[in-house]
T-cell receptor, first 112, second 113 residues
Framework: TQLLEQSPQFLSIQEGENLTVYCNSS?????LQWYRQEPGEGPVLLVT?????EVKKLKRLTFQFGDARKDSSLHITAAQPGDTGLYLC????????????FGKGTLLTVNP | NAGVTQTPKFRILKIGQSMTLQCTQD?????MYWYRQDPGMGLKLIYY???????DKGEVPNGYNVSRSTTEDFPLRLELAAPSQTSVYFC????????????FGEGSWLTVV
C-alpha cells in the first residue's frame, strides 16, 4: 500500500495570505486527486492530475504534479475564510484502479 | 441533486449491538465504497463494490459486512459493535473507478459506548 505524506498537518493563516500544502510519496503516483472536506461534510473533489509536471488552476488554487510523479502541491493565493477545511490528497491506481489511498490531510484555518 | 445519501447521520451504539448504515446513490454508478475517517488518520477503505452482486474487502474490513443487491444501494453492517468502531463513516460512489470523480455522502457519525 502506497503511503502518502501530507504537510503541514495544521495551518492557520490570516485572510489574504498565500499558502502551499504538500503531498509526497516514495512511490510513483498513477494519478493524484486533491479533495477539500468542510466540517460535517464529505470530501469534494477539487482536481485530478495525471501527467508529470502538470499544472492546473482552479480560481485561486494552483495544483502542481511533480515531474517524477512522486509529489504534488496545492497553492492558494489570497486565502479567504471560505477556504477553511481539510485538504486531502489521494492516489488511485497501482495494480487496481478501484481504490483510492488517502493522505491524512492538512487542516487549514483562514482567519478573517 | 440527491447524489449519495447516507442514513443515519448520528448513532450511539452499546458494545455488542449491531446496526446497518444505509447508503443509496441515484447516479447509476457501478462503483461504491465505504470509508471510515478517524481524527488525524485520513480515510480508510472498509469495503468496495464494482457492481451489483460483487463486493470486496478494503484495508480495514474486520467487524463489518456489506451487500450489493442493487446498483443503487450499498449497506454496511456492523456486527458486535466495539469501541474501536467509533468513527465517521462515508459512503461514496463513482462511475468507473478511482481515477474518476468519487462522490461522497455527508457521513454517519457512530459512537460505540
Amino acid at each position: 500500500t502506497q503511503l502518502l505524506e501530507q504537510s503541514p498537518q495544521f495551518l492557520s493563516i490570516q485572510e489574504g495570505e498565500n499558502l502551499t500544502v504538500y503531498c509526497n510519496s516514495s512511490s510513483v503516483f498513477s494519478s493524484l486527486q486533491w479533495y477539500r472536506q468542510e466540517p460535517g461534510e464529505g470530501p469534494v473533489l477539487l482536481v485530478t492530475v495525471v501527467t508529470g509536471g502538470e499544472v492546473k488552476k482552479l480560481k485561486r488554487l494552483t495544483f502542481q504534479f511533480g515531474d517524477a510523479r512522486k509529489d504534488s502541491s496545492l497553492h492558494i493565493t489570497a486565502a479567504q475564510p471560505g477556504d477553511t477545511g481539510l485538504y486531502l490528497c489521494a492516489e488511485g491506481g497501482g495494480g487496481s484502479n478501484y481504490k483510492l489511498t488517502f493522505g491524512k490531510g492538512t487542516l487549514l484555518t483562514v482567519n478573517p | 441533486n440527491a447524489g449519495v445519501t447516507q442514513t443515519p447521520k448520528f448513532r450511539i451504539l452499546k458494545i455488542g449491538q449491531s446496526m446497518t448504515l444505509q447508503c443509496t446513490q441515484d447516479m447509476n454508478h457501478n462503483y461504491m465504497y465505504w470509508y471510515r475517517q478517524d481524527p488525524g488518520m485520513g480515510l480508510k477503505l472498509i469495503y468496495y463494490s464494482v457492481g451489483a452482486g460483487i463486493t470486496d474487502k478494503g484495508e480495514v474490513p474486520n467487524g463489518y459486512n456489506v451487500s450489493r443487491s442493487t446498483t443503487e444501494d450499498f449497506p454496511l453492517r456492523l456486527e458486535l459493535a466495539a469501541p474501536s468502531q467509533t468513527s465517521v463513516y462515508f459512503c461514496a460512489s463513482s462511475e468507473s473507478g478511482a481515477g474518476n470523480t468519487i462522490y461522497f455522502g455527508e457521513g454517519s457519525w457512530l459512537t460505540v459506548v
